[in-house]
């Protein structure tokens, strides 16, 4: 394998790891690898388009030195953002919580930003090689196409996939997932989101930057329909009590016939915290 192969790899290998460990850190192998998997089909294009962006920019180096740090650094930041909504649980900044409601609700928008700018990069190296009748062997086939024309048709429309994006993100509702609610007690924030309702089964991610988190969630929890029935925990799939940091599963029994409206309460603190889901 060639030096500027190699770079190319170890660039797509850094981003992933950083990835990995930014999240680990935060919430657990078990949470990066399930956010990981949900967004795989941006994740990997962004990945692989960084380190044939690097790749690229080995290859031509003396002719293109300033162009990777524009490109690459969106990139790397996109793929941070990603995991960005985490920060909160190192960094105990009040101003934050804003922010990381932001970026939770954003990853798939951050993601195709940095894949739009991995293309862009891409295309102005290939022009730059093309210039100077310097592509690579396999990728030199290309040469009777316009690229500078590609790279400056990708600029352009950029900004219109972006809002298309961001509008689709905000305003279209989701079928296949549900919507994270957040709460605040005694300096704890709540994260629920429901994974599934047949039967129901929720995420929960519990962090605070003081004191420790001795909550039993197979004993504090329950779930009620809008029927009135309320059902116990069938099982807790996670964390042990204890700790900064507290994440995993809530397991629930069938709910009996249908249902418009899902109420679960945790019992925790100086009163219980309600989560509501229509």
Known sequence: ??????????????LIGSYFLIVSIAQGFEH???S???LWYLMLPLITGFGFQVYLF???RQKAVAGIAATGGVSTGSMAACCAHHIADVLPIAGLSGATLFFSNYQPLFLIIGILSNAVGIMHFLSIAKKHSSLPDFIKP?????????????????????????ILLTFVPSTTSFKTITESQNSISYDIT??????PVFSVSVNTHSGSLDSDFSKN???????????????WEGSPPGGHHITGKLFFPEIKGETGQVKLTISSGNSPLSFTWV
């Open 142 to 166: 290309i040469s009777k196409y316009n690229i500078k024309a590609v790279r400056d048709h990708i600029l352009m429309l950029s900004p219109a996939v972006i809002v298309l994006s961001f």
């Open 36 to 38: 990981f998997l949900s």
């Open 194 to 199: 429901p994974i599934s309702l047949e039967p």
């Open 1 to 14: 394998m060639r030096k500027e192969q190699v770079y190319g790899v170890v660039a797509s290998l850094s």
């Open 32 to 34: 990066a690898l399930e």
């Open 58 to 60: 080995s290859y031509i």
């Open 221 to 235: 929890s329950v779930l009620e329909d809008n029927k009135g029935n309320k059902y116990t925990p069938l099982r």
